[in-house]
């Protein structure tokens, strides 16, 4: 086999995607550094753009031969889609950030995800309440001080000790 055009049959898949054979038509894939750049109007056009040429790469398929090279195009250009949806997505999320991280109450999509049991658990206000029964009972009977003089065996200073007892109604 000799040269077609500048091409040269490559048997081999990976080759074919290394030397570009798949990426010949238009400037082939977009760089997502690149759509960083960019605001997201030019996002947004480009995006058209993109989605104008997928569907008539969709309609070349069914009707041109060449199958192979507009079956390679589609997927580039399904990706290069998917690139800038998420660039968009991304700049989205960031403007959002920035907009509810001084507020209280924040989208679902803003706050932290955490682990299945902490996100269950009760919170402070909800561990820290306390029913009418109990509430009673703790006036009733609060925490009762004692101070009980110790003396050490190394030392022969004694020391004042305050010890808080809780007292339970049930023992008396």
Known sequence: LGL???EMYIRNRYQRRVHGIYNQQGKGM????????????????ELAKLKGELAKARIGKVSAAATQVKASKIKVLRKDIARI?????????TVAHDKFK???LKPLDQRIKGTRASRRKLTIFER???????QKKLNCNP????A??????????SHKMLIEF???????
């Open 148 to 157: 009980i003089q110790a003396q050490s065996s190394h030392h022969f200073h």
């Open 102 to 104: 001084k507020k209280k």
């Open 30 to 45: 977009v760089k997502t550094y690149e759509l960083r750049t960019k605001d997201e109007k030019a996002l947004i056009e």
């Open 85 to 93: 949806l998420t660039v968009i997505n991304e700049k989205r999320r």
């Open 4 to 6: 077609v055009g500048q």
């Open 143 to 146: 925490r009762r001080k004692y």
């Open 166 to 172: 809780e007292h339970n109604s049930s023992i008396t």
């Open 128 to 134: 820290t309440r306390k029913t009418k029964k109990q």
